[in-house]
């Protein structure tokens, strides 16, 4: 089956579109990635997404950006209609407060109809139902695509949001942990927005400046990383204002301050949670494995090997949309796709609600 997986993140810079041939059903899982796209979103539309993302948006452009994002969605996917069978959307996250609520906007219909086949979308509110935090969502997706026997792996994504799964040596769906770790990108393209930057590419001004490390010391004091998994969080705690409403650091030490702080998080996960169970190696993907003073952070701070996706031969930019593609495959065939213990969730969900379009002229609509 041709599945087109849709994701965009916490990091609010794009789209991405993955197109993958899957087969098979658990514990084997054949897969290829046929074609890869990514879609910036527009100035305006972003600005009204960050505008949302920070509860500054009335309920009318709430319901405004929930379409638009929808077209915006569809008009991106339309180039591959006709070599699609199913599309798995994720949609844009506006808010994640477990065990309350989360929202994840753009409107499945518009992909339905561009595309002429059925679109899965809003997988997070059956796992909120079951008990569960709503997140992380792609573990069990990891352990299909990245998962080898014998092998103790982490798969970890550096987006908006820092999140990891622990991928078992005897592939175990029951032993697989994930949680996110705290933040990611999210504090330091906000910080870098203070020097009139999209982001600190390759991570180059945190390297011009010493960090803080009183200020570092104290941010790693958050309750945040103290909780046990299951656990998973969003931009309404990772933002400078719940961070340090006080904070007057120069936009550079400001970077490097915080550079160190995510990366110090991250390893503070692993050491916790994670190096107790025995890991061999650290795969990283996300916006964040391209930026160099944060990678050679985590390789310094980290007691195993640390490699990016492009180091073993695969497109970061690939992981989230390629999951959810595979998401949206197992819930098309009506198999679990979420894993309970990595959510707190009652039993395993079926995720995600189905779109058809309104005239069935391609695909397996």
């Not at 994504?157 to 592939?171: E, H, K, Q, R, V």
């Not at 492009?310 to 595979?326: D, P, S, T």
Request: aromatic share 8%.
């Amino acid at each position: 089956m041709r599945v087109l997986g849709l994701m965009s993140g916490t990091s609010v810079d794009a789209v991405d579109l993955v197109l993958a041939e899957l087969a098979g059903r658990p514990p084997k899982l054949d897969w290829r990635v046929l074609r890869h796209k990514e879609a910036p979103f527009p100035a305006e539309l972003r600005a009204q997404i960050i505008r949302t993302l920070k509860s500054q948006a009335t309920t009318r452009e709430v319901a405004l950006l929930h379409h638009a994002l929808g077209r915006f969605y569809a008009q991106a996917a339309l180039e591959f209609a006709g070599q699609v069978d199913l599309a798995a959307t994720h949609g844009q996250t506006v808010w994640h407060e477990p065990p309350h609520a989360t929202l994840q906007l753009g409107e499945p219909a518009y992909l339905a109809e561009a595309l002429g086949v059925p679109v899965v979308s809003d997988f997070r509110p059956s796992d909120l139902a079951l008990g569960g935090e709503g997140a992380p969502f792609v573990p069990y997706a990891d352990l299909l695509l990245y998962g080898e026997k014998g092998v103790r792996r982490a798969i970890h994504n550096i987006g908006g949001i820092s999140n990891l799964t622990y991928l078992p040596a005897d592939l175990n769906p029951s032993k697989v942990l994930a949680f996110d770790t705290g933040p990611g990108n999210a504090l330091l393209d906000e910080a870098a927005g203070r020097l009139g930057l999209y982001q600190d590419t390759d991570g180059k001004i945190a390297a011009s400046s010493p960090p803080d490390l009183n200020r570092v010391e104290t941010w790693l004091q958050h309750p945040y990383f103290a909780r046990t998994p299951p656990k998973s969080t969003g931009r309404e705690t990772w933002n400078l204002e719940q961070l340090d409403p006080d904070e007057k650091l120069p936009p550079a030490q400001l970077l490097a301050s915080l550079t160190l702080f995510t990366a110090q998080s991250i390893a503070q996960a692993y050491r916790n949670f994670v190096l107790p169970l025995g890991l061999d190696e650290i795969w990283v993907a996300g916006g964040g494995a391209y930026n160099t003073t944060l990678m050679a952070y985590l390789k310094a701070l980290l007691p195993v090997p640390v490699y990016t996706f492009a180091e073993k031969g695969l497109n970061a930019k690939h992981r989230e949309a390629l999951c959810f593609a595979v998401l949206g495959y197992l819930r098309y065939l009506e198999l679990p796709n979420v894993l309970k213990q990595v959510t707190g969730a009652s039993q395993s969900a079926i995720a995600g609600k189905i779109t058809r379009p309104s005239t069935r002229h391609a695909g397996l609509a």
